[in-house]
């Protein structure tokens, strides 16, 4: 072989153990530069009333957003958030939030005048002016989460038409005859007090002050005294509650230094009376209940001695702004209470509150709420009330019309519906020996809010209703009436007079004709 030949093959030799090394020097430049695997995660995605299980190697959940086409409207709120690193196993919400105007309508009730006219023949009525419904709307401004309503704030309120009140002309009604009645009848006409004793034909005025409000107005149980609340001008206050001695020929009314009472009453047996108060707020109805309970009793000199406060006040639930209503047990010391979705006892020993029955809150959609009317059995053993039932043709049942009468036993072992579909004003009462149980039936039962009533009676057990219309075409108009303390009459009030009705046929007779009379009270 010659110099160049072995020269050539040495280079050849050579460069290829040179290109070896080069390829074995990148091979470990790229195994050392090559990028570490990532494991995907596995994240859900409930976003628009879906879920969506996605498998990604992405980072961030804005990344997931924006990969899925998920636009973000500037309410809508991400759990987590969207700088939140992804994991394996998590769940990314997306909820849709909304805020939306709405502006709901209610109707207001007309009001009633009637007007005596001596020129139309006794006995008939003419319509001077029909009455027309006004309109109230309400703008609400409502938060949605994912279509689903969590919050509704009232923005403005305002009444677009005016109720126009229905006018009847009616004819020069007879003298009122004598009639003899049982016990002492008070009644308030024109905000001041009167009573009636023996016969309508020596009944007299108790106060000459103009401003009683209507809410209390309450004889004790000898009827010695009546027990009344008179508005005051004072911002600071909305009433204040008053006494007046019936018995002296010329009373003068008494404060008892209590303020912004939404309900009193006497104890049956002795000289206590227990109430219930209010703060004053600007918003309407311009007070708001405290659901609080006092109890004192009332000295020789007029004065309210030994004030215990039997509970303090406290919020009572979504409708308790509107306060409790109470009414002592015949027979111990135990007081029904009723609140818009509960009736229930409180013993005054313990301070203890035991509900009997709960039931869905009627919502009026205004500044006020509805309360359930109750009553005790002579015994003390049960209680009647009126009940806000749901109805099967609405969804929601705080806006079902539907208001039913119930007893209730004391101790909760028995409820039981009497009648259905009485209207919330029922207003039930037992007859004083307990035998029947009387209530108003509205003539419109699902507008009860603004519909006159018939009086019914039906037996304790439930059985044998029977009901009476009022004299006329117009039926009572207010859910006052009150037994006779020997239950042989009922009084009630029509077009701002008395009359008495008889429970065992219906028939009816004038009391007192003084045409402004709203509230009665008998013992």
């Known amino acids: 072989m010659n110099l160049s030949a072995f020269l050539q093959s040495k280079y050849s030799r050579l460069s290829g153990a040179v290109a070896l090394a080069l390829l074995a020097v990148g091979a470990l430049l790229v195994a050392c530069t090559a990028p570490i695997p990532v494991e995907p995660n596995r994240v859900t995605l409930a976003v628009d009333g879906e879920q969506r299980l996605i498998v990604t190697e992405l980072a961030t959940v804005r990344d997931l957003l924006t990969a899925e086409g998920v636009t973000l409207g500037d309410l809508d709120r991400v759990s987590p958030p969207e700088t939140a690193a992804l994991r394996d196993g998590m769940v990314v919400t997306v909820v849709r939030v909304v805020r939306v105007t709405e502006t709901v309508s209610e109707t207001l009730p007309f009001g009633r005048q009637v007007l005596r006219d001596a020129a139309i023949p006794e006995g008939e009525t003419r319509l001077l002016q029909s009455g027309q ?56 006409n024109h905000q001041d007090a009167w009573i009636v004793r023996g016969s309508n034909r020596t009944r007299r005025r108790l106060t000459a002050l103009g401003d009683l409000d209507g809410r209390v107005f309450a004889l004790s149980p000898d009827a010695t005294k009546l027990l009344f609340t008179r508005g005051v001008t004072d911002a600071d206050h909305i009433n204040a509650l008053w006494l007046v001695r019936i018995g002296e020929a010329d009373p003068d009314p008494i404060p008892l230094d209590v303020n912004d009472v939404l309900w009193a009453g006497w104890h049956p047996k002795d000289a206590r009376i227990a109430w219930t108060t209010a703060e004053v707020i600007e918003a309407a ?62 013993a005054l020993r313990d301070a203890k509150r035991t509900p009997l029955l709960t039931f ?32 099967p043709n609405i969804a929601d049942p705080e806006e079902s019309p539907v208001f039913n009468v119930w007893q209730l036993a004391a101790t909760g072992a028995y409820s039981a519906a009497m009648a ?91 009391l007192v004709d003084d045409g402004g009379i709203t509230l009665i009270d008998w013992q």
């Open 133 to 188: 419904t006004g309109i109230l709307e309400r703008a609400y401004r409502i938060a949605l989460e994912d279509g689903v309503e969590v919050e509704r704030t009232l923005m403005q309120e305002a009444v677009t038409l005016k109720p126009q009140d229905e006018i009847r002309l009616v004819g020069t009604r007879p003298n009122v005859e004598t009639v003899i009645i049982t016990g002492t009848l008070a009644y308030m």
């Open 285 to 346: 109805p311009g007070w708001r209940g405290q659901n609080d309970l006092w109890t004192a009793i009332l000295s020789m000199q007029n004065v309210l001695i030994s004030r215990r406060e039997v509970l303090k006040p406290e919020a009572g639930g979504g409708y308790g702004w509107w306060g409790t209503r109470y009414v002592w047990s015949p027979t111990s010391d135990v007081l029904a209470y009723s609140q818009p979705d509960t009736v229930g006892v409180i």
């Open 420 to 510: 259905s579909e009485a209207g919330m004003w029922a207003t039930p009462s037992f007859a004083p020996d307990g035998s029947g149980l009387l209530f108003g039936r509205a003539l419109v039962p699902y507008r009860s809010d603004t519909s006159p009533h018939r009086l019914c009676l039906i037996d304790r057990d439930g059985s044998d209703q029977r009901c009476f219309d009022a004299p006329g075409e117009t039926g009572i108009e207010l859910p006052s009436w009150r037994w006779s303390p020997d239950g042989d009459v009922i009084a009630f009030i029509l077009l701002g007079d008395i009359y008495l009705m008889s429970p065992t046929d219906g028939s009816t007779i004038p």
């Open 360 to 391: 869905p809150a009627y919502r009026t959609y205004s500044s006020w709420a509805w309360n359930p009317a109750i009553a005790w059995s002579p015994n003390g053993n049960f209680i009647a009330a009126v009940i806000h039932a749901p109805s």
